[in-house]
């Protein structure tokens, strides 16, 4: 998996032959088959794995920094952008993924990461009497879709730090107007 992730990162998806993938795991091209069905299917386990570390490293350093839980939504979202402006996110799930799973199996690769991470951010939010707790799922899935377009855009700018600074501007405001006492 690493010998994958590195190699798509590095050239993309395209650019990658599963006999360069198993040269570079020390592994025979059969081995590489015998686990994944093609080469596809070697790129989604390896977008999976990227999906995993980015969400244990967000739900990491989003406990180490928020100081009130409601934050979580504004903090997270930061480290989200950082995990993925890594080079293997970018590449992987930014660049090449939709192209290669079809936008469908993209974005229900990441709903554990709309689940696991925006829920329950938005649950403390709901927590605090800010919004009902009806809304939680649909706006996991609004507040996910507007930071993967974000995420897009940076991925895909021609000036990614400058891109990098509206998205996250963007969006923090976006998610700081669900920190607001609700109308009366």
């Not at 590195?6 to 050239?11: D, E, I, Q, V």
């Not at 570390?53 to 997270?76: Q, R």
């Not at 930014?94 to 951010?121: C, F, I, S, Y």
Request: charged share 20%; with cysteine.
């Amino acid at each position: 998996m690493a010998a994958a992730r590195n190699l798509f990162a590095a050239r993309g998806y395209a650019d990658v032959s599963v006999d360069e993938i198993a040269a570079a795991a020390g592994l025979t091209k059969g081995a590489v088959y015998y686990q994944f069905t093609d080469k596809t299917d070697l790129f989604r386990a390896a977008c999976e794995s990227v999906l995993d570390d980015i969400m244990a490293h967000v739900a990491k350093e989003t406990m180490d920094h928020v100081a009130h839980a409601t934050d979580e939504i504004v903090t997270g979202a930061d480290i989200l952008f950082d995990a993925y402006e890594s080079k293997h996110a970018r590449r992987l799930m930014l660049m090449d993924g939709p192209a290669v799973l079809g936008h469908t199996q993209w974005t229900n690769m990441q709903e554990k990461l709309r689940v696991g991470l925006g829920e329950h951010a938005l649950g403390h939010v709901a927590d605090a009497g800010l919004i009902p707790k009806h809304m939680i799922p649909m706006l996991a899935h609004l507040l996910f879709g507007a930071f993967t377009q974000g995420a897009l855009q940076i991925a895909t700018a021609d000036n990614p730090s400058l891109a990098s600074k509206q998205a996250r501007s963007a969006y923090k405001r976006l998610a700081q107007g669900l920190l607001a006492k609700p109308p009366r």
